[in-house]
């Protein structure tokens, strides 16, 4: 049998390709030369347009290396009443089950045995999918593991094609027990689209003493494995006197843009929660029977009943009330916000209950004057936090509104030396508003050039 002919008839060559293979995975290309090669429309693998040739040499390439896109060819479209769709089958796969399984797990903080579980397979094979598959603890014990490496290979390819600058901000904590120490790295960027993106890059235990050669090392570390150490425009840490010493080897390493003047971003809502904690310091006489008492109220499972309990028979809807954690942002703010609506029955219920305590409603004439005080902070803290939009032009507004505050409650003796303790934003305010001009200047800069 000869062997097939390079040619391709002019005949051939207007026939249309009928095959569900060259109609929805190929292409027909004409080459500098004049030939006429059949290319994959996912793959740059070519081959000759001979018809000769057959389907066999194309299918054998599609099942060996594009697995998946036969089977979205596969997939036949659903049928609406107006005779058109494009709409596929669903194709049902173990492995795809498996995976979106363990991601709905990690996301939701499900147990691990959740997939196995009567009531769940039962559902999900009735109301969903017959062919659905119990997955056994075990194997969804796994998965969460490849999936982590599949998407952290991704990120790190991504970085690494990366043409922009990146934005970092790092954090360390200690868990509630006090035993662990964590860190957590998360980067900011805009991607192709104009459209602002942050990934987790890193989230470790964190069990060296807090130095910043310590800091540095872990972070050179985090840099370079995802290929972003020269791509970095600025980096966000607390206020905690170890991070500030580590930005100078930082400096070294990434070399930053306008010789580092903007590369050291201090967190602001770190520092507005800083500036409230001082003040409350002061009026701690008049927040901490409401502390405590809230506290009591969670103190046992028995205890919270009754409250509950307590409130319905006042004919007020039944609230669990936030607890105030120094490190929680907004978190006084929180507990006087819900609590002032309760203020007589909790003080009524506190009595009866737990009289050491000595909540009184005296107390609640001062903590209404702080509770409007904590609304400047708080709405300047949710407008500073936000994450997918620019929040470095809002500091200046923000702290305007709270300099408006400040003069507000100046003249109130209760809350005079309270301000006067909150003003060491002042100090944090020039300093951040001097780096914004700094950045305009040198944007026009970079415009007129």
Same mark, same amino acid.
């Given at each position: ?66 697995? =998946? ?41 499900? %147990? ?31 998965? %969460? ?40 790295? /998360? ?53 905690? %006197? ?56 969670? /103190? ?25 954690? =120094?490190?929680?942002?907004?978190? /006084? ?57 620019? /929040? ?36 944090y305010s020039i300093i951040r508003i001097f780096q914004i001009f700094i950045c305009l200047h040198h944007v026009l800069i970079h415009a007129l050039n």
């Amino acid at each position: 049998m000869p062997p097939p002919s390079d040619e391709f008839d002019a005949d051939e060559e207007e026939k249309p390709l009928k095959s569900d293979l060259f109609r929805m995975h190929m292409k027909k290309i004409e080459l500098d030369d004049g030939t006429i090669k059949i290319m994959y429309n996912y793959c740059p693998k070519t081959y000759k347009a001979v018809k000769s040739f057959g389907y066999g040499t194309y299918w054998n390439h599609d099942k060996r290396n594009h697995p =998946s896109e036969l089977v979205k060819a596969s997939n036949q479209c659903q049928i609406s009443k107006y005779g058109t769709s494009t709409n596929q089958l669903f194709h049902y796969t173990s492995e795809k089950n498996k995976e979106e399984l363990a991601t709905m797990v990690a996301v939701e903080h499900l %147990p691990f045995s959740f997939g196995e579980k009567v009531g769940f397979v039962n559902y999900c094979q009735t109301a969903l999918n017959p062919a659905m598959q119990r997955v056994p603890r075990v194997t969804l014990t796994r998965a %969460p593991f490849s999936i982590y490496k599949r998407e952290k290979h991704k990120l790190k390819s991504f970085f690494f094609q990366y043409q922009g600058r990146v934005s970092v901000c790092a954090d360390i904590w200690t868990d509630n027990f006090g035993r662990h120490h964590y860190m957590d790295v /998360t980067c900011h960027y805009i991607d192709n689209n104009w459209n602002m993106q942050k990934r987790i890059i890193a989230f470790r235990v964190f069990d060296e003493s807090h130095t910043a050669h310590n800091i540095f090392r872990h972070l050179k570390i985090i840099f370079e494995d995802f290929h972003i150490k020269n791509k970095i425009f600025t980096i966000g840490f607390d206020n905690a %006197p170890c991070n500030t010493t580590s930005i100078p080897m930082l400096k070294e390493l990434c070399n930053p843009y306008f010789g580092g003047k903007l590369f050291h971003q201090r967190c602001a809502c770190h520092v507005l929660n800083l500036c409230v904690q001082a003040g409350l310091q002061i009026l701690s006489v008049y927040i901490r029977p409401i502390r405590d008492s809230i506290n009591y109220i969670w /103190t046992h499972n028995k205890i919270l009943k009754k409250w509950l309990k307590f409130c319905s028979q006042n004919n007020r809807r039944p609230i669990k009330f936030s607890r105030d954690i =120094s490190t929680h942002w907004n978190s /006084t703010y929180k507990l006087l916000n819900e609590s002032v609506e309760y203020k007589e029955i909790l003080v009524s219920f506190i009595t009866y209950n737990v009289p050491s305590i000595s909540l009184q409603l005296k107390h609640w004439d001062v903590c209404i004057k702080i509770l409007e005080l904590l609304r400047v902070f708080n709405d300047a803290t949710n407008a500073l936090s936000g994450i997918y939009y620019p /929040t470095t032009h809002l500091f200046l507004v923000q702290s305007v509104n709270i300099a408006g505050a400040f003069s507000d409650c100046e003249l109130d003796v209760q809350l005079s030396q309270c301000v006067a303790a909150m003003k060491k934003i002042n100090g944090y305010s020039i300093i951040r508003i001097f780096q914004i001009f700094i950045c305009l200047h040198h944007v026009l800069i970079h415009a007129l050039n």
